[in-house]
């Protein structure tokens, strides 16, 4: 990349932005491992207590609970119930527009809402004995009607929270139905479920604490397995009316997070008190099973999706209505429709559209941030609808993408729906997929075997899409730059990656900037004592928010170094030059007398070295996008599906590092395969539970994965100096669509038009036995 | 994981696993590749009060050739059964079946007792063992006795087994060189059967045994009983479900599964040679 034009009397070198940099994170987590929560084993952190909830095995039901025989148990610390928090508000739900009535209690307050639900926190001298204790608390369940499916819910016939009046949590809206398809030659309408998922992250989640000091000037450390360390702080500051500087975060190395990990659970927050209450550190680990029960969910979205146009393929009418599960306490699932609204129409230029947006509260788990939050649902929507009335025109698939994409010279633009699309080639990203794939010979292999009447048949699958990341709002990211007297680089940033990376990107930024060899450059961050301020890692916002303020604040730092290098050569600032490749400042036409990052660094203060504060803010989101080919082999007799290839064209602008952002679309794509093909989270109708461990619920391995092939392309932002856009989410947009049309797209010759996610062997050959009948 | 309290014994040999049975009796459940019981003690769905640990008996750990029948040791692991010659030659079914079993470690693990024992009806050894018309060895404070495999399991996780016996062995007469297919149904490689069908020719009949069509491992009496009375291949294995109860679950309806297994036992018995 080249250096911005502000600053040409840096000599040039050799960029190593999009250079292969293996990543310096990795060593130590294929080696010794990580640091994670539970292997704190930070002095302040002895002789704590370990929680253990008791939680609901009820979906709704009031309870009374009985700790007595618990209580006295030896080893027991305490046995905490909702009347032990009579003192203390309920937290503020995580997001502003939640209503307060919604509001969920730090412990389960004479109801229980979910199976999962917290009732009780067991604190014991070990971990082992606080299982055995659980299971002497007594709890009394007087049954209510269980409220699992959203439809039911939104009949409001049993209400969960009698106060709200209502189980709509919340609703959104764009567009006008009136007349949205009278001019249309073709109208496809379809129901859709968007399954609900678990994100299923490797680490579980995990928290520790301790008070010290006493009185106004006690502040607490908190460690917890988070995504957002500030944003954490401030939520737990929040709930224990505190101000924020009296809270001390730090996220360790997170296990993967997945949307699900932003911000602290209620889980997490009882800590806080039982600790301050007990006068001692505090720990919990949650089991798998707690994490599947408890750490909430992905999507869990029925979507009506109409779509209409002409029989020649253009598309000029689009509706969707959607009605999400908010599960028992709204937390972001909730506010998710809003992104689903915003991102419906996806790549395609279409003149009516209207949006219907609906979110209630059930008697389950609650629904989370999940890769993709909101934006997959969009795209499995409109490439669904796509595909529809593709099949009812009797038009190939591409080729009616083809026909109804935005034009490459129509960015900027903004959407039926408000979005304001940055830049784009869908085109362009459609055509080298199909290319990529060889999408003609798979057509012809298709035919092939269908005129053969080959039981093994091929599917073929094509999704365009556009997604919107660190949106919505226009964002902003911190950075620091310290240069330290010895020369090295400290960066600190905002962000917090677990799994992402940026230590290795963000050290690369820097050091195109500085001149200075990645490894005398360490990248901090997750600590709020460490990093001023920062918006965490989510809504894949970080390279393009945070490298943005790592790559503006070395370039203030070089600003400021050749200051204080006209300084010390007596010369004025702007005749200062830094020759990269040797790391130190000389005066133009001087080559020989270099003063280095060191010497430079001192002269700002020979303890520190030269310290830069910055934030980046940008003008708006950034509209990353791409294509995807699935292709998948259905046994006709059985209806077992064979992901036999993925080719996916995913342009998130330039790219810093290949490795990098390899490893984020081979993510996405498997777990968006994952949700196409195997997972679903399951309830009965009583609302219990039906996949709480990896054995019911459907993860894949790499052995039901083939390679993927991925398609470089490379699209500019206006909206950031570096042109990025955000990658961590592609994956999962893409490829669930496509993969879902390849399978349909597999039988669709004996009259199957649509199949529900996950596609499994059964759902499958039903389709295969109803469309024969 | 963290499962309810029990006190832990070791047992080297098989007579100290029988003298550990005899003193906690009930209470006591063995640990042998703790493949079925950890999982089972994690959900606390297993809270044994003793967990006798026979996982170092290496006088079971053996597979052997006895005359016309091969002689595996309870506590031998799949591994080790997937790759001895003398099962490669005389059970490839079974060696087969072995190599499929969940995953690298669980195969390292696991014993091929510890699956008979535990007598989960989607169990791959079990189910192959069933078709090779196996009999288990067993022992305990009166002697040792012999079980077929068709009587061996009696219910869902349920078996003939006394709480102061132990299985010992499995034997299993030759198949050299006869036919055999073996067809597992999963949605990922690491799952438990959804439906196994494996097909095993001795002597001119054939054997079909079901995995996970009932409470326990079956065998597909109609189906067999047609092909011995000539029918082909594909209208045996219209029978293959024939008075089965298959279960329903997350993972497939009772229909589905019905559907399965005359699928797979088609084309289980096409990979025998069965046309």
Not at chain 1, 41 to 46: E, F, G, I, T
Not at chain 1, 57 to 60: N, P, T
């Given at each position: 990349m080249a250096e911005s034009?502000?600053?040409?009397?840096c000599s040039r070198t050799v960029s190593i932005l999009g250079t292969r940099v293996m990543?310096?994170?990795?060593p130590k987590f294929l080696t010794t491992g990580g640091v994670y929560v539970d292997d704190l084993?930070?002095?302040?952190?002895?002789g704590a207590g370990h929680v253990t909830y008791v939680r609901s095995?009820?979906?709704?039901a009031r309870v009374t609970v009985d700790v007595a025989a618990a209580s006295g148990?030896?080893?027991?610390?305490a046995v905490v119930t909702a009347a032990d928090f009579a003192d203390l508000p309920p937290?503020?739900?995580?997001?502003?527009?939640?209503?307060?009535?919604?509001a969920r209690p730090?412990?389960?307050?004479?109801?229980?809402?979910?199976?999962?639900?917290?009732i009780a926190a067991i604190v014991t001298e070990s971990r082992y004995a606080g299982e055995d204790v659980a299971e002497l608390v007594s709890v009394d369940y007087e049954p209510l009607t269980a409220v699992v499916d959203p439809r039911d819910a939104a009949g409001?016939?049993?209400?969960?929270?009698a106060d709200h009046g209502?189980?709509?949590?919340l609703a959104f809206e764009a567009g006008s139905?009136?007349?949205?398809?009278?001019?249309?030659?073709v109208v496809v309408t379809q129901q859709i479920t968007n399954q609900r998922v678990a994100p299923v992250p490797l680490e579980v989640r995990g928290t520790a604490c301790v008070w010290e000091g006493s009185g106004d000037d006690a502040r607490l450390t908190f460690w917890a397995s988070t995504q957002s360390p500030h944003g954490a702080r401030d939520q737990i500051a929040a709930a224990l009316e505190l101000?924020?500087?009296?809270v001390h975060f730090i996220a360790p190395d997170?296990?993967?997070?997945?949307?699900?990990?932003?911000g602290v659970s209620i889980e997490d927050l009882v800590l806080a008190v039982l600790s301050r209450r007990l006068g001692r550190p505090m720990r919990w680990t949650e089991t798998r099973t707690e994490n599947m029960l408890g750490m909430g969910h992905g999507r869990a979205q029925l979507q009506t999706v109409t779509i209409g146009g002409t029989r020649?393929?253009?598309?000029t009418a689009y509706s969707l209505d959607v009605l999400q599960d908010s599960g028992a306490y709204p937390h972001f699932g909730a506010v998710l429709p809003f992104m689903t609204q915003l991102m419906a129409t996806g790549t395609y230029d279409i003149a009516r559209v209207a949006v219907r947006t609906k979110s209630v509260v059930t008697n389950t788990a609650p629904v989370v941030a999940y890769r993709g939050a909101g934006r997959p649902e969009a795209t499995a929507a409109i490439e669904r609808a796509v595909d529809l009335f593709a099949a009812e025109i009797g038009l190939d698939p591409a080729e009616v993408r083809r026909r109804n994409l935005f034009a490459k010279?129509?960015?900027r633009l903004t959407t039926q729906v408000g979005a304001a699309y940055d830049s784009g080639d869908y085109a362009g990203a459609l055509d080298a997929v199909l290319a990529a794939a060889k999408y003609d010979e798979l057509r012809a292999e298709q035919r092939r075997r269908r005129d053969s009447g080959d039981p093994m048949l091929l599917g073929i699958g094509v999704s365009n899409y556009v997604e919107i990341t660190a949106g919505p709002e226009a964002g902003t990211e911190f950075a620091r730059i310290n240069v330290k007297p010895d020369g090295s680089v400290i960066v600190y940033t905002g962000t917090s990656p677990h799994g992402q990376g940026h230590a290795t990107s963000f050290a690369m930024l820097a050091a195109d900037e500085l001149?200075?060899?990645?490894?005398r450059i360490t990248v901090l961050h997750g600590d709020t004592d460490l990093v001023a301020r920062g918006g965490g890692?989510?809504?894949?916002?970080?390279?393009?928010l945070g490298g943005a303020a790592v790559h503006q604040g070395a370039l203030e730092t070089v600003d400021r170094a050749r200051e204080l290098a006209g300084d010390l050569f007596e010369a004025?600032?702007?005749d200062i030059v830094l020759d990269k490749a040797r790391g130190g400042f000389h005066v133009a036409g001087s080559p020989d007398d270099v003063r280095g990052w060191a010497e430079v660094a001192t002269s700002a203060?020979?303890?520190?070295?030269l310290i830069v504060d910055t934030d980046f803010s940008a003008t708006g989101a950034t509209f990353p996008f791409g294509a995807h080919v699935a292709v998948v082999e259905v046994?006709?007799?059985?209806?077992y599906v064979r992901l036999v290839s993925m080719t996916t064209v995913d342009d998130a602008?330039?790219?810093?590092?290949p490795v990098v952002v390899e490893g984020q679309r081979h993510g996405g794509i498997a777990q968006g395969v994952a949700q196409a093909l195997f997972e679903e989270v399951r309830y009965d109708?009583?609302?219990?539970?039906?996949?709480?461990?990896l054995t019911d619920y459907?993860?894949?391995?790499?052995?039901e994965l083939p390679d993927f092939t991925l398609v470089d392309m490379a699209t500019p932002s206006p909206l950031n100096p570096l042109g990025v856009k955000g990658i961590g989410e592609a994956g999962t947009i893409g490829a669930t669509p496509a993969v879902q049309n390849a399978v349909v797209d597999a039988v669709?010759?004996?009259?199957?038009r649509h199949i529900e996610m996950p596609t499994t062997p059964e759902r499958v050959w039903r389709a295969i036995q109803e469309a024969s009948k | 994981m963290i499962p309810a309290p029990f006190d832990y014994v070791r047992a080297d040999s098989a007579d100290a696993a029988l003298a550990a049975l005899r003193e906690h009796g009930d209470d006591a459940k063995l640990l042998a590749g703790g493949q079925s019981l950890l999982p089972l003690m994690k959900l606390r769905l297993a809270t044994p009060g003793v967990v006798v640990d026979?996982?170092?008996?290496?006088?079971?750990?053996y597979v052997r050739e006895d005359g016309d029948v091969l002689a595996i040791g309870a506590l031998t692991r799949h591994c080790d059964i997937v790759s001895a010659e003398v099962v490669t030659a005389h059970a490839p079914l079974l060696a087969h079946a072995a190599s499929g079993v969940g995953d690298r470690q669980v195969r390292h693990r696991g014993t091929i007792g510890g699956s008979v024992a535990h007598?989960?009806?989607?169990?791959d050894l079990p189910t192959a063992l069933l078709a090779l018309d196996a009999s288990y060895v067993v022992r305990g404070p009166a002697g040792e006795r012999t079980i077929t495999a068709t009587e061996f399991a009696t219910g869902f996780l349920e078996t003939?087994?006394?709480?102061?016996?132990l299985l010992i062995e499995i034997r299993v007469p030759k198949a050299t060189g006869e036919a055999w297919g073996y067809q597992k149904f999963t949605r990922?490689?690491?799952?438990?059967?959804t439906v196994a069908v494996a097909v095993q020719a001795r002597g001119g009949g054939t054997a079909i045994s079901l995995g996970n069509m009932g409470s326990t491992v079956l065998r597909a009496a109609s189906a067999e009983a047609a092909l011995a009375g000539g029918a082909s291949a594909a209208d045996a294995a219209?029978?293959?479900?024939?008075g089965t109860e298959p279960a329903a679950d997350v993972t497939a309806s009772a229909d589905y599964r019905r559907h399965l297994a005359r699928v797979l036992t088609k084309r289980a018995l096409a990979a025998a040679g069965r046309s």
């Open positions: 034009a502000g600053h040409a009397t990543r310096v994170e990795d084993r930070d002095p302040r952190l002895d095995v009820m979906a709704h148990v030896p080893g027991v610390l937290p503020p739900p995580p997001l502003g527009f939640i209503p307060p009535a919604l730090w412990l389960a307050n004479g109801v229980v809402r979910y199976v999962g639900e917290p409001d016939a049993t209400l969960l929270f209502s189980n709509t949590a139905l009136d007349g949205l398809f009278d001019d249309c030659e101000p924020p500087e009296r997170v296990g993967g997070g997945f949307g699900a990990k932003f020649d393929g253009r598309i010279d129509a960015f001149g200075v060899p990645l490894d890692t989510g809504g894949s916002r970080s390279l393009q004025a600032a702007g203060d020979a303890d520190a070295g046994d006709a007799e059985t209806g602008g330039p790219v810093i590092n109708e009583d609302g219990n539970p039906q996949s709480t461990n459907a993860f894949p391995s790499a052995a669709a010759h004996l009259g199957v | 026979v996982s170092r008996a290496a006088d079971l750990a007598a989960d009806p989607s169990a003939v087994l006394a709480p102061d016996e990922r490689a690491i799952d438990w059967a219209q029978h293959a479900d024939d």
